[in-house]
């Protein structure tokens, strides 16, 4: 099986024909804005380090605080690797991840700001981020499992290279195993503006690929695999999203009280051997999904709901990364009073009921809890719905 998907890795990388990239210009501004970014380079070394690594990189819904005055250069590493994950009551894959889960981290930067971003592709590698090594082995000798295999990586308390990795430990809702299904990949930015056959190309399992970006304009954008099928790539788990804080700001930014995450998106799974559910090639051709969840988990925004107090404003950058269905979100109880299409300050409507996004469109809103009480986030497309694209906003009383 192994050799098997082996074989199919290098015959994916060489059908993607896209180990030749165009020359690069020199960088150059228009109107403020920073293009011409160096050519990627692509390379092999041993690292078995942190997998993810950036100090504004975080776990859904959580967006961390920048805590600097205009602009910084980033380094954020997002390594793809496997792992067994749990994404409703029973159901669990071995999903393609940007940095172990699914969606794989939100990574928050400003307007402005420049990010190197580095990937290795360690798809046949066991990429370990939950619990101990020692605790891993003894489970995988007790189960049968990857006893025998080498282990890459270990989270130690001391070394943890991003929020998002401390996060991951202490709330594992995923329930995360690591696995191995090597595979080529690649990482396609919608808030960078590069040439795709350089900073996108496809890297073989080893490989590591590094380029910057500046996050030219504001909003909130998906981020994918695009190697093909990419319908594939990304229903396996490869996106997440990008929060691009406008660099003046939104002008309610002194009255919010709470800012969150949404990342809706599809699962096509079906029944494989054993209890462990695999990819549906006919589901996702017929846009038939298993599963439509909010941040990757058919319950976990009931499980762990999102929080504030009645009368405070609450402000959720809400993505749908698809792969392919629209989304009508909405929030019981609320009306949004400020909604900023893809996240622009400039797209700015008022007094919404439902934000109508396509697949790979985003937008951020806000509102104002009007009472103490539970308010259902919920994709208004009720067959979605149903499963599983809901979540709660716990409220207690006016403080």
Known sequence: MKRFMNYLAVMLFIATGLTTVQAQTQEYTIDGMIFGMPEATVFTDDYDGPPVVGDYVTMLPKLAKLDYEGNRHHQVRLDT???????????????????????????????????????????????????????????????????????????N??????????????????????????????MDFHS??????????????????????????????????????????????????????????YETDDRIDHEYVVVQSEYYLKKGAGDIYQYDFEAAQNINPSHVVFNGHQTILHDQPLKANAGERVRIHFSNNGPSQTSSFHVIGAIFDRVWMEGHPDNEMKGMQTVLLGASNSATVEFIVPEEGKYILIDHEFADAEKGATGTLSAGPRQ
């Open 81 to 155: 690797f496997v792992q067994e994950i749990e994404v409703a009551e029973g159901v669990r894959y071995r999903a393609w991840t940007f940095g172990g889960m699914v969606p794989g981290p939100v990574i928050h930067v400003r307007e402005g700001d420049r990010i190197t971003f580095t990937m290795k592709n360690r798809s046949d590698e066991m990429v370990q981020i939950n619990e101990p090594v020692s605790e891993l082995l003894m489970n995988g000798e007790n189960t049968g499992g990857p006893s025998g295999l080498d282990i890459s990586y270990e989270v």
């Open 192 to 249: 960078g503006t590069v040439a795709k056959d350089d900073k996108w190309r496809t890297i073989a399992p080893g490989e590591t690929i590094q380029f910057d970006w500046v996050a030219n304009y504001p909003g909130t954008y998906i981020y994918h695999c695009g190697t093909p099928s990419v319908l594939m790539h990304t229903a396996m788990g490869q996106h997440g999203v990008v929060v691009v804080s406008p660099k003046e700001g």
């Open 157 to 186: 308390e001391e070394e943890f290279a991003s929020p998002y990795l401390k996060q991951i430990r202490e709330n594992n809702y995923m329930n995360t195993q690591p696995s191995i299904m090597p595979m080529p990949h690649s």
